[in-house]
Each structure stands twice: as C-alpha cells, then as structure tokens.
C-alpha cells in the first residue's frame, strides 16, 4: 500500500528545457535551425570535453536543447541506446489547420520523415507526424480544444 510522505519541498510541474539525444550535432543543428527556422546562438559549451550544445527558444520561454547522444550518455552514466521513435512524442500546437500542413511541409522540405500526413483526429482536430534526422517523433496538431495563447 503506498503511504505519502511529508515533503520537505514542493515539486512545480515545470518544464524549462526539453534536450534531445543526437548522433550528429551539425546535422541537427542545421535541421532545426535553417530547415525549420527555430532561433539559436549556435552550437556553445565546445571548449568543454562533452560540452557541445545547442539551445533554441521556444515559446513562453521553453528551450529545445540539442546535445550529442554520446555526451548525454556520458553526463548521465547510462548506457547510450538507440533512439525509440515511439517512447515520446512532442506535440506543436497550431492555431489552424492550413497551419499543420504549411508547418509538416516545411519539415519534409527540411529533411523530415512524414510519419503521417495531416488527417482528421478522432477529437475533431487534424494532426500529422514528423520524425527529425534522429527519429525523434513530433506531432504538428490543431486542436480546437486546446489552442495554444499566442
């Protein structure tokens, strides 16, 4: 039987950076930034052994990092394992439907892998899939339920 216990701090479901694992840190960084646009400084921390990172702004002040798969494994002690397209999904919210399709076309001009083209959801909105370079699995959604504020 679980028991709660007293907690000494709060934890605040929080997301600031979502970093991926990735094989080629060029070739990744060239995929977000000039094939989808996404703004960043570039690759920094090379000066450090297993430093080299990328980090794109996102909205509401959420960073996308990049970061070779090798160091990630190393950083962490865990054994570095092939990427699993299927264990999580980022999902981009849009405000319309023209907007999933303008936005998984400019993937697949980007070097994306169309997973699945932009249908109609069960929900009532329209969603496609799109894996980046490293199988990395994003979903482009409208959903009339949960539109994003900006």
Do not use: C
């Amino acid at each position: 039987m679980w028991t709660p216990i007293e907690r000494v701090w709060d934890m605040k479901p929080r997301i600031s950076v979502l970093t991926l694992g990735v094989a080629d840190l060029e070739r990744s960084l060239l995929f977000y930034r000039d094939g989808l646009g996404l703004p960043t400084e570039g690759i920094i921390g090379q000066e450090f052994e297993h430093g080299a990172v990328a980090f794109f702004d996102l909205a509401g002040g959420v960073k996308l990092g990049l970061w070779a798969q090798d160091d990630l494994a190393h950083d962490t002690g865990l054994p570095k394992s092939a990427i699993s397209s299927t264990a999580v999904s980022i999902g981009h919210n849009v405000l319309s439907r023209e907007e999933v399709d303008d936005i998984m076309q400019e993937a697949g001009r980007a070097g994306a892998s169309i997973v699945k083209t932009a249908q109609d959801t069960f929900y009532g909105g329209y969603a496609g899939y799109f894996a980046d370079p490293d199988g990395h699995l994003w979903e482009v959604v409208w959903n009339p339920q949960m539109l994003p504020a900006d």
